[in-house]
């Protein structure tokens, strides 16, 4: 089945280290591509897009990820995280001719202080 | 409003009874979306309105399950007969246009004891 893989369940990092979460989907086609944030108790937020053009996107907070089309990945990537950054982190796609948003399992990511 | 509302925020209900979830989309925002997240898992698609076009009811799990949108605004989700596998967060999102992605809401917490 078609689907939007998020490899890592739970990442814990400490401050200042590195970030890449993966995100690999398996819809054929043009896609539009998403990556949203969750804070403990809050909604969802959108992080990043993509639809086309330049493949690294810059999102807010200092997020980026990166649309590798030959590997139908959709990596985001922090260079130095912040406690703060403590979340669920989303991966999403939408399909080409399709109306709704496919959602990855998520990423619980701990930031140790 | 500024944000897409969702009321009750949380709900309790007992094992058969109905329940009435309310969405009130960002005015504007034609497509409106009703999503499910089960404790630790990724969202679960529901269902799709955009404008006046018939509804996108493909991801509806059964037919307890039903959702009323009026015109370009509120939307109810109906749960009739619940079970304990339905306790979960349903979420609403509404969007401008599929390039936009979602502007997502708290949600609703339903508990089904």
């Known amino acids: 089945a078609q689907s939007v893989s998020q490899h890592n369940h739970h990442v814990i990092l400490s401050e200042a280290a590195s970030l890449e979460l993966g995100c690999n989907y398996s819809?054929?086609?043009?896609?539009?591509l998403f990556w949203y944030v969750q804070y403990p108790g809050q909604h969802l937020q959108l992080l990043l897009k993509?639809?086309?053009?330049?493949?690294l996107v810059k999102g807010i907070k200092g997020f980026e990820a990166e649309f590798i089309k030959s590997k139908f990945s959709f990596n985001l990537r922090k260079p130095s995280v912040q406690w703060s950054d403590t979340a669920e982190y989303f991966c999403a796609v939408i399909p080409y001719n399709n109306n709704d948003m496919r959602f990855g399992a998520g990423t619980r990511l701990t930031v140790k202080p | 409003g500024a944000g897409v509302s969702q009321s009750p925020s949380n709900k309790v209900t007992e094992k058969g009874k109905d329940v009435e979830l309310r969405c009130d989309p960002i005015?504007?925002?034609?497509?409106l979306y009703w999503y499910r997240q089960r404790l630790g898992q990724g969202l679960e698609f529901l269902i799709y309105?955009?404008?006046?076009?018939?509804?996108?009811k493909s991801g509806l799990p059964s037919d307890r399950f039903s959702a009323e949108r009026t015109g370009e605004s509120v939307s109810t989700l109906t749960i009739q007969r619940t079970q304990q596998e339905d306790s979960a967060v349903y979420l609403c999102?509404?969007?401008?246009?599929?390039?936009?992605?979602?502007?997502f809401g708290s949600g609703t917490r339903l508990t089904v004891v």
């Open positions: 309105f955009q404008g006046n076009s018939a509804p996108d």
């Open positions: 819809y054929g086609g043009t896609v539009n």
């Open positions: 005015s504007g925002h034609t497509a």
């Open positions: 993509y639809f086309s053009g330049d493949p």
């Open positions: 999102a509404s969007s401008l246009d599929r390039l936009n992605g979602y502007t």
